[in-house]
């Protein structure tokens, strides 16, 4: 069964060699997600919050090109350069997903691509 890409406008092209998204039978991978704005390619201004809702935005729209919304997403991964941020990104997580929401795990990490304060992907099954 081959992979097939996903691609949107509404959402960064990617910064290397990988696809927004990759859909292989009737799962969705999305990629990991940091907070460029995708007219610019450059990261937004802002605290964690304003970062973590882009890249929630980002991850929203890659999702809704592959047929798929975030209430579909099964799994998440989110990583922060720093782990006392954890409640404000818990918050603005809130405002994109409702009950029951994915399993997740965060993870801290030393550094992001283009010095992003926060990255997220998923993966989701389409209906």
Same mark, same amino acid.
Do not use: K, W
């Given at each position: 069964?081959?992979?097939?890409?996903?691609?949107?406008?509404?959402?960064? #092209? =990617?910064? @290397?060699?990988?696809?927004?998204? /990759?859909?292989? !039978?009737?799962?969705?991978?999305?990629? &990991? $997600?940091?907070?460029?704005?995708?007219?610019?390619?450059?990261?937004?201004?802002?605290?964690?919050?304003?970062?973590?809702?882009?890249?929630?935005?980002?991850?929203?729209?890659?999702?809704? #090109? =592959?047929? @798929?919304?975030?209430?579909?997403? /099964?799994?998440? !991964?989110?990583?922060?350069?720093?782990? &006392? $941020?954890?409640?404000?990104?818990?918050?603005?997580?809130?405002?994109?997903?409702?009950?029951?929401?994915?399993?997740?795990?965060?993870?801290?990490?030393?550094?992001?691509?283009?010095?992003? #304060?926060?990255?997220?992907?998923?993966?989701?099954? /389409?209906?």
């Amino acid at each position: 069964m081959p992979r097939q890409p996903v691609h949107t406008d509404r959402a960064p #092209a =990617a910064i @290397g060699p990988y696809s927004q998204a /990759v859909q292989r !039978g009737g799962m969705v991978f999305l990629s &990991g $997600q940091i907070p460029l704005d995708p007219s610019s390619g450059l990261i937004v201004e802002g605290d964690i919050e304003v970062q973590a809702r882009r890249a929630f935005d980002n991850l929203r729209a890659v999702c809704e #090109a =592959a047929g @798929g919304t975030l209430d579909d997403v /099964v799994r998440l !991964g989110l990583y922060l350069t720093d782990l &006392g $941020q954890f409640a404000q990104v818990n918050q603005v997580m809130a405002e994109y997903f409702t009950a029951t929401f994915p399993a997740r795990s965060t993870i801290g990490v030393a550094e992001l691509p283009l010095d992003a #304060a926060v990255e997220v992907e998923g993966m989701f099954e /389409v209906q």
